[in-house]
């Protein structure tokens, strides 16, 4: 997989995660979830995106951990999502799977940035 295609990837998984938000119940609970999950899920594209523009190694490197951390919080909160039962769990184990398989592709990535 190459950067262009983790770029799509990225903003597919950040209009995901705004769709899952926006569908959550109009509830206190709801709304702090929603207001995470699209914090945390869009982050995941745009620091993807500043990690292909930096100027150095260490600013790259540095950009994949924040990837990584806002991918894993995303994560968080679907489960959060599905134990709370906000929403039914076969609808968001895809997101929560794509949320995974992402941090996965970039713990590699950012493994490999630092050994070179």
């Known amino acids: ?3 262009d295609d983790l770029i799509l990837r ?5 209009h995901r995660c705004v769709k899952l938000a ?9 709304d702090h979830i929603k207001r995470q999950l699209i914090r945390c899920g869009t982050s995941v594209a745009a620091n993807y995106r500043a990690a292909c523009i ?5 600013a790259f490197t540095a950009k994949l ?5 806002e991918a894993d ?13 906000l929403k039914p769990k076969q609808l968001v184990e895809p997101l929560l799977k794509e949320a995974n398989e992402l941090a996965s592709i970039f713990i ?5 940035a630092q050994r070179k």
């Open 73 to 85: 919080e995303s994560e968080f909160w679907m489960q959060f999502i599905i134990d709370e039962k």
């Open 10 to 14: 990225t903003k597919d998984f950040a």
């Open 108 to 112: 590699v990535s950012r493994k490999t």
């Open 65 to 69: 951990s924040i990837v990584i951390e």
């Open 22 to 30: 926006v569908s959550l119940p109009k509830s206190y609970l709801g």
């Open 54 to 58: 930096a100027h150095s190694k260490a």
């Open 1 to 3: 997989m190459n950067k």
